[in-house]
């Protein structure tokens, strides 16, 4: 087992709606990331998975929980300690066009990390930049172009470099190529793979692919409404799943993919997720779960190790 490098302790993300709701985004979720690996994040859209993403970076405060990133508690940082923690954090995010300005130059969307942390100017500034387009397979001429001119991979591979500038440590990569032809998506991913291996970096890839990220992934997290519902290492995850709702993903995996099903028939799964705003009590997939009991209901399950580096949390296993 390597040394932790992110360690989420009981993280809630509540949002406010209207006078008397709250949205549970995130409702309560541990788990650790250790350094030099790839945790994969799955789930159904609405699961969370973003929101904690955005959550693990600063974007969005915790309303509950500690965020622990190489020994230092998040929360408690000063203005100055929490913005050079901010430059060892770093996020990919799923839409490469909305999440580069369309008025800048590629070379200044780039370098606009060099420029807040006073890292590079002049001379040395435009030869970082060249550096980072030749990393991510881009030409030092498209320095000077604007985003629309590139393709939609061209733009994640800007936006990744941009992720790259300041020598982060850990990187969340937030559904990067769900927005990309399936042609390319590869292509993403394997650069993301040779980047890790050269600058040792660790990720939190969010997904909805499972094939993809049973490729990248050391380990991955199944997440359902707002909480987690099973963590463990990639293949012993598709090889004997443990919660129901991980069985019931990976049973909709394209039957072109067999050895990655984790059921030989499809498990359907009845009526949509419940509202964040109002979950069920007790264990928050009961009320779709087909091996629901009535214990499920009345209290919610324990997060725990089932087997050696498997945790989930259900009623099944207590």
Not at 73 to 85: A, E, H, P, T
Not at 295 to 313: D, G, L, M, R
């Amino acid at each position: 087992m390597g040394e932790t490098i992110l360690d989420v302790q009981n993280v809630k993300k509540h949002f406010k709606a209207g006078k008397h709701q709250t949205i549970k985004s995130v409702d309560g979720i541990s788990f650790d990331i250790r350094k030099g690996e790839t945790l994969g994040l799955v789930g159904e859209s609405g699961s969370g998975k973003t929101t904690l993403g955005r959550t693990l970076v600063g974007i969005y405060e915790a309303t509950e929980g500690k965020v622990i990133f190489d020994g230092r508690d998040l929360s408690k940082l000063d203005r100055k300690s929490k913005k050079m923690v901010n430059r060892e954090i770093q996020m990919i995010f799923q839409d490469p066009q909305a999440s580069l300005n369309p008025r800048m130059k590629v070379g200044d969307i780039i370098a606009e990390g060099l420029d807040a942390y006073r890292l590079k100017k002049g001379s040395a500034r435009k030869q970082r930049i060249i550096e980072l387009l030749e990393k991510v397979g881009l030409s030092p001429e498209h320095a000077d172009r604007f985003p629309h001119e590139f393709s939609g991979g061209q733009r994640q591979r800007i936006g990744i470099a941009r992720a790259l500038a300041v020598e982060p440590s850990f990187i969340v990569a937030d559904e990067p190529i769900s927005a990309l032809d399936v042609s390319i998506q590869a292509q993403v991913v394997n650069l993301l793979a040779d980047l890790q291996q050269e600058f040792g970096l660790t990720y939190l890839f969010i997904a909805h692919d499972l094939a993809m990220v049973n490729h990248i992934s050391d380990r991955i997290g199944v997440m359902y409404l707002g909480q987690m519902m099973e963590l463990a290492a990639s293949d012993e995850l598709f090889a004997e799943p443990l919660h129901p709702y991980t069985k019931a993903l990976l049973s909709a995996i394209p039957a072109s993919e067999p050895s990655l099903r984790g059921a030989k028939e499809r498990i359907l799964l009845g009526g949509d997720p419940p509202s964040p705003i109002e979950p069920p009590s007790g264990c928050p997939f009961r009320t779709r779960c087909p091996a629901a009991m009535e214990v499920c209901a009345k209290q919610k399950p324990q997060w725990k190790e089932i087997k050696n580096e498997h945790y989930t949390a259900c009623h099944l296993y207590g």
